[in-house]
């Protein structure tokens, strides 16, 4: 059973801080590519963050870079997104996703990613 559970969501004000958490099942976290995307109402999702569970490599989008952070915990498979700063226009619907076609890819293009979390609400006021 493939799973990507993600949670952490909240409200928070301008310049506050939340860390979102995704948990994935063993069958997909352990060497593959994991990414973090944001989806505003209406619009495509967009790549926030991605990261190689194999040796913790990671990319951001330039937007978030400095002040997201995406770290691993291969205990419990799980992938967090530490975001600093936030702004109001960062508030949208944040998914995990893993890409295991192209792991070391890193890449921030959704579509190329083959299973998605359910999302968790993140609101900046």
């Known amino acids: 059973d493939v799973q990507l559970v993600e949670s952490g969501g909240g409200s928070v004000q301008a310049g506050g801080s939340l860390k979102l958490s995704c948990v994935a099942s063993?069958?997909?976290?352990?060497?593959?590519?994991l990414g973090w995307f944001c989806q505003l109402p209406g619009k495509e999702r967009e790549g926030v963050a991605a990261?190689?569970?194999?040796?913790?490599?990671?990319h951001y989008d330039a937007s978030v870079k400095g002040r997201f952070f995406v770290t691993q915990d291969d205990a419990i498979s799980t992938i967090y997104l530490r975001m600093n700063d936030l702004k109001p226009e960062e508030t949208a619907m944040y998914y995990c996703?893993?890409?295991?076609?192209?792991?070391?890819?890193?890449?921030?293009?959704?579509?190329?990613?083959?299973?998605w979390g359910q999302g968790t609400q993140v609101t900046v006021s």
């Open positions: 990261i190689y569970t194999g040796n913790g490599a990671d």
């Open positions: 996703a893993a890409d295991t076609h192209y792991p070391c890819s890193l890449t921030l293009v959704g579509g190329l990613y083959n299973y």
């Open positions: 063993q069958n997909i976290y352990s060497r593959n590519g």
